[in-house]
């Protein structure tokens, strides 16, 4: 399909965010009667699911200490539950299992989800966890875990069938989505405003707004903007952080056991929850030898083809080569020793898994904010950004709530992430979790 010289929406970025905001403005534009699908377009330099929402784990939870990470992340999960056969959502679960250090937020999380009405469970102390764990997995055996958030909803979706899965809905919707057409420039008038994106393929005039939805390559984006590279941060406490990158890089280490998925099966042979476990327990592998004996962490959960997660992601020094992607992905040589490890530690039916690890196609690059949270704002008067510091597969509600803007409205659940708050001190609690994503 050839490239339109113009279009009243256009949206860069066939991932989760792109694609869940044209279908999501499509149905808004036709229920509100002020237009329709044909009027949005999807740009995607490769093909949908190329970047990060197609090697994404796919867990989707609500583990997260900041109240507005939490309330957005209820609003998405409603999307998820919406429609799981098109999203291949599996409403699973998640369990998070913490070291002490981290009792205190998981608490203050608990007690969110209580308040706003997310279904878990917390258990507190190291036998009731134990028992707790032992009732769903009878060969549990990891020691001293003194806290486990279990949150009822959630659990984790396909990546790649799910952003398929939205590809066809922004279709049913008209939704023009083309591939390989590489956004180049952004044409910017002397007010800022956006008035084409030039391609590959050609010049796209924007007749009313532009999104970008670029994932991994938002600094690229951020530079075509000319916005500034690094800016000043102002704490709560009224300090300035001056000359901070705004863009960082990680390395998500993931990989994946080629077992039977049926083995990893709860006690009533249902669907496992996704599991993520955080211990200053030592770590051993199964010849007995140390492995580490501080704060480790891992997650897992059931896939198609064995057990696939993943543990803490890796800081990238400077700039990074992000295509093609994830090929780029440089996974620490012990990954793989340290995560079936964990495994092992976690469960004895996955003693002696590390013979079944598999180089899969697992793991890739993350951008990542100069405070590790979303930006989910205009950046130019009609450029509005989806940002999300690669929290964002499980994000797929931003794309509704992005809708509502572009038409007019406020959405209270994307404002705690404007980019002001850098400027203000508004951020963004921190926890004492060892991810970047927490
Ligand atoms: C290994 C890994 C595991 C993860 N696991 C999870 C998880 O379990 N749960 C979770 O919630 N999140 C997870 N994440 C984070 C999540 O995947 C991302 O936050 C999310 O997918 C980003 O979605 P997006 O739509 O913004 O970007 P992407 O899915 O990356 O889409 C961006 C698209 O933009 C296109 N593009 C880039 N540049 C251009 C250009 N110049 N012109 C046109 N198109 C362009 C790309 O081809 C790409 O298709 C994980 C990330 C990684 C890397």
């Known amino acids: 399909m050839s490239a339109p010289t113009a279009s009243r929406y256009v949206v860069v970025g066939a991932g989760i965010h792109g694609l869940s905001t044209a279908y999501h403005l499509a149905k808004e534009l036709r229920t509100r009667g002020t237009g329709s699908g044909a009027d949005v377009v999807v740009l995607d330099k490769s093909s949908p699911g190329a970047g990060a929402s197609g090697i994404a784990c796919g867990v989707v939870r609500n583990n997260y200490f900041q109240p507005a990470m939490s309330e957005l992340m209820q609003a998405c999960v409603e999307v998820w539950e919406s429609d799981p056969a098109a999203y291949h959502y599996n409403p699973v679960g998640y369990i998070a299992l913490g070291a002490a250090v981290q009792e205190p937020d998981l608490t203050a999380t608990y007690d969110r989800q209580e308040q706003i009405g997310y279904r878990s469970e917390l258990i507190v102390g190291v036998p009731q966890v134990d028992a707790h764990m032992k009732s769903l997995f009878p060969d549990w055996r990891a020691q001293d875990v003194t806290i486990c958030l279990h949150e009822h909803q959630g659990g984790f979706a396909f990546n790649m069938d799910s952003v398929l899965g939205l590809a066809g809905k922004c279709e049913s919707e008209n939704v023009t989505i083309l591939s390989g057409v590489e956004v180049e420039e952004i044409e910017l008038g002397g007010d800022g405003v956006a008035t084409a994106v030039r391609t590959n393929r050609g010049r796209i005039e924007i007749g009313e707004q532009l999104v970008l939805a670029p994932g991994p390559w938002a600094k690229q984006f951020w530079g075509m903007l000319g916005l500034p590279q690094?800016?000043?941060?102002?704490?709560?406490?009224?300090?300035?952080?001056?000359?901070?990158?705004?863009?960082?890089?990680?390395?998500?280490?993931?990989?994946?056991?080629?077992?039977?998925?049926?083995?990893?099966?709860?006690?009533?042979?249902?669907?496992?929850?996704?599991?993520?476990?955080?211990?200053?327990?030592?770590?051993?592998?199964?010849?007995?030898?140390?492995?580490?004996?501080?704060?480790?962490?891992?997650?897992?959960?059931r896939d198609r083809h064995g057990v696939q997660g993943g543990a803490s992601p890796l800081v990238v020094d400077g700039d990074v080569a992000l295509d093609p992607y994830p090929?780029?992905?440089?996974?620490?040589?012990?990954?793989?020793?340290?995560?079936?490890?964990?495994?092992?530690?976690?469960?004895?039916?996955?003693?002696?898994?590390?013979?079944?690890?598999?180089?899969?196609?697992?793991?890739?690059?993350?951008?990542?904010?100069?405070?590790?949270?979303?930006?989910?704002?205009?950046?130019?008067?009609?450029?509005?950004?989806?940002?999300?510091?690669?929290?964002?597969?499980?994000?797929?509600?931003?794309?509704?709530?992005?809708?509502?803007?572009?038409?007019?409205?406020?959405?209270?659940?994307?404002?705690?992430f404007r980019f002001e708050r850098f400027a203000t001190g508004d951020l963004h609690p921190v926890s004492q979790s060892p991810y970047p994503w927490s």
């Open 230 to 301: 690094t800016i000043d941060i102002r704490t709560p406490t009224g300090d300035v952080a001056r000359d901070q990158p705004m863009w960082t890089y990680w390395n998500l280490q993931e990989g994946e056991i080629a077992v039977d998925p049926q083995a990893f099966a709860t006690a009533n042979g249902g669907p496992p929850p996704v599991i993520h476990l955080d211990t200053d327990a030592p770590l051993l592998g199964d010849d007995g030898k140390l492995i580490t004996d501080e704060l480790w962490g891992i997650y897992f959960k």
């Open 327 to 416: 090929q780029t992905t440089n996974v620490d040589s012990g990954f793989a020793d340290m995560w079936c490890a964990g495994l092992s530690h976690a469960m004895s039916r996955f003693e002696g898994c590390r013979a079944a690890y598999r180089d899969a196609r697992s793991g890739g690059i993350g951008a990542f904010t100069a405070d590790n949270f979303p930006v989910f704002d205009y950046v130019k008067p009609n450029v509005y950004a989806i940002l999300d510091s690669n929290h964002g597969y499980k994000m797929i509600g931003v794309g509704r709530e992005v809708a509502k803007v572009l038409v007019g409205e406020h959405s209270s659940l994307l404002y705690p």
